[in-house]
């Protein structure tokens, strides 16, 4: 409690006498009367408002969002245009830090047949939608021990998730039903689908895909994460701010987590590279 405070409230309550109390303290009493004349200006008031939007709004995405995600999403809803460094400012004095995200493990994967050259080569930019789509499978935990796989395809245009399937199994038909399920949101498009050399992405179904669909396939090299970098960086994000916060004990549960996220995601996790806005945003823009 600060010293004014309690100086004030034992004479209040207790009667103590203010000169004894200040001499206590090592206040003089002209110092405890200025606090007590003291009134916040107009940006103290404007801090500490802002201060309060702040901690509401991060403890409502259970701590995970920084503070460039924070000056985003309060400057649009509050209409301002406050500078960043005021949030990190405001987030260091309150003690406010985004979750520290879990590493992915980097797992090598076989190569089978059909194994296509690195043809994104880490060209991650696109001049419009559907052009580069980015695509691969994480595995999420749960209950006891048990496992579920997510499939996804995100669009490098603008890092919306164009397609996802969730599944017990990680097997051929997870992949082949982001594919069709893309392509069925999406029809007649010819992106360069990259993906890593996985059993799925070099099977003979695979390649039929893409005979049917047309579009054309580029895979990672191997034990080169960074090589599918957009896909890689959605499950860091996905698992930091969503999944690693909450206890999931059924399939049911991973769904619904994956379902309510992504959504937000897409409709309304704004960045700064995408100009402030979400990816569907961005992507109806274009």
Known sequence: MDLYQAIQELHAEKGYALTKLCEIAGIARSAYYKWLKWKPSHKELEILSLAKEVKLRYDKRKGVLGYRQISIQLNRKLKKNYNKKRYYRIMRALGLKSVIRKKRPNYVKVSEIHVAENVMNREFY?????????????????????KAYLSAIVDVYDNSIVSWVLSH?????????????AYWKN???????????????????????????????????????????????????FKAESFYLTKHDTYEDVLKDVRIYIRYYNNYRYTERLNGLSPNEYRRAA
């Open 126 to 146: 696109a001049d419009s939608p559907n052009m580069k789509w980015c695509t691969d499978v994480t595995e999420l935990k749960y209950g006891n021990g048990r």
């Open 169 to 181: 199994s990680n097997n051929n038909k997870l992949v082949m039903d982001t594919v069709k399920k």
């Open 187 to 237: 029809p007649g498009v010819t992106p360069l689908l990259h993906s890593d050399r996985g059993f799925q992405y070099t099977s003979y179904e695979y390649n039929r895909l893409k005979d049917k669909y047309g579009f054309t396939k580029s895979m990672s090299r191997v034990s080169r994460c960074l090589d599918n970098q957009p896909i890689e960086r959605f499950w860091g994000t």
